[in-house]
Structures are given as C-alpha cells and as structure tokens.
C-alpha cells in the first residue's frame, strides 16, 4: 500500500489531484476539502494515501491528514459503503463531525451525503458506534468534537461528545444535566468534565 505522495502537484479538481512523484503522475479522487487545502498547482504538497484494488480496476484516494484517511477506511468498512460513498460523506462531514454524529446516533447527518439514504445511514452508526467511543473520536479535540451541529441541541452535543470520550450516557447525561443549557457547546463539555473529575 502507498502510505503517502509527497511531490509536484501538477493539477488540481474539487475531487481529483494529480501529484508528481518521482517522474509519475498520481491521480487521486479527493473530498472536497483537500483540494483546498493543499498548495497551488507547481508547489509541493503531501497525501495521505489509500489504494482500491478491485477485479477491474485500482484507484487512489488522497487525504489531507492521516486523521481523515483512518475515518475513511473506517467508514468503507461499513457494509455497503464503497471508496465512492466515503469520499460523499466526507465532502459534507469532517473526520470530528463523522465522529459525533455516530456518537450522539445522529444518522440523519449521513444522509445529506451523495449515495447514503435512511437506512444506509442508520447501518453507520450502528455499526461504528463501539469503534468510534473506544478509539477515532478520543484522538479529536474537545472543541472539535464539540463544534456545532444543526441536527442536536447544546446539551445532546455535548453528551455526544463525553460518550464519544469514552464516558457513559449515564454519566455524561448526568453532569450535563448540571451544566447550563444556554452555554457554548465547549464550555459545557468543560464543565462536565470538570465535575466528573472532580466530583463537584
């Protein structure tokens, strides 16, 4: 498998990147956000990478962070969700967000992704919900995790966030039940954690 392209990125897309390594051209499909964020066109860049090896055909797929490439392998491990769907749903969901939604049981945030209907969405989060609570979602940021979503209010995201930390809904239920309500969605994961730690 190729880890990772570091070269001349000789054209960019909103899906595609070609990047130049060595003499050879790599054409990589993208979500949409990396186009962005990787250099102009003639500057050097890095991708992380993942290949898709299948009877008729071999692609590759390019990620900003090694961050995004561990939460697209994850969700390809979804079945029914092919390299396609997981690039759909990273183009409207970020790697922290993906993580929330599955914690909080929020699958209707899949569904505003190209390929994903109800019962697709509602297969991701059931069946990423123990991968995400014991590992993806523990190496995100509270603030990134907590960052806000239409689909949940403040205290919903907030416990969302504890469970994805590996807290249980009793227990993250329970200290944001003592937080108040009308707080960034941040602070009031700071204050429940605060209080679970300190026992206030």
């Given amino acids: 498998m190729i880890y990772c392209l570091t070269g001349k990125i000789l054209k960019k897309t909103p899906d595609t990147v ?4 060595g003499g050879v051209g790599y054409l990589a499909s993208v979500p949409s956000s990396v186009s ?11 991708l992380y990478t993942y290949m898709n090896i299948t009877e008729n055909d ?17 969700l390809i491990g979804v079945s029914g969700v092919g390299p396609k769907v997981g690039i759909a749903i990273l183009n409207v969901l970020s790697p922290s967000r993906i993580a929330l939604a599955i914690a ?7 569904t505003a992704a190209n390929g994903v209907g109800p019962k697709l969405a509602q297969r991701i989060v059931l069946e990423l919900k123990d991968k995400v609570g014991k590992g993806l979602a523990s190496e995100f ?3 990134d995790i907590a960052a806000p979503a239409p689909a949940a209010g403040g205290s919903a995201q907030a416990v969302a966030a504890l ?5 249980s809904s009793a227990e993250a239920a329970s200290a944001v039940a003592k937080c108040d309500p009308t707080l960034p969605v941040e602070e009031i994961v700071r204050l429940a954690l605060r209080s679970m730690t300190t026992g206030r």
Avoid at 18 to 21: H, R
Avoid at 36 to 46: F, I, R, W
């Fill in 18 to 21: 070609v990047i130049s390594c």
């Fill in 36 to 46: 962005g964020a990787l250099p102009g066109v003639g500057s050097e860049g890095t």
């Fill in 58 to 74: 071999v692609s590759l797929f390019g990620f900003e962070s090694e961050e995004q490439r561990s939460c697209f392998e994850m």
């Fill in 104 to 110: 909080g049981g929020d699958h209707k945030s899949f």
């Fill in 141 to 143: 940021a509270v603030a």
């Fill in 163 to 167: 469970v994805s930390l590996g807290y």
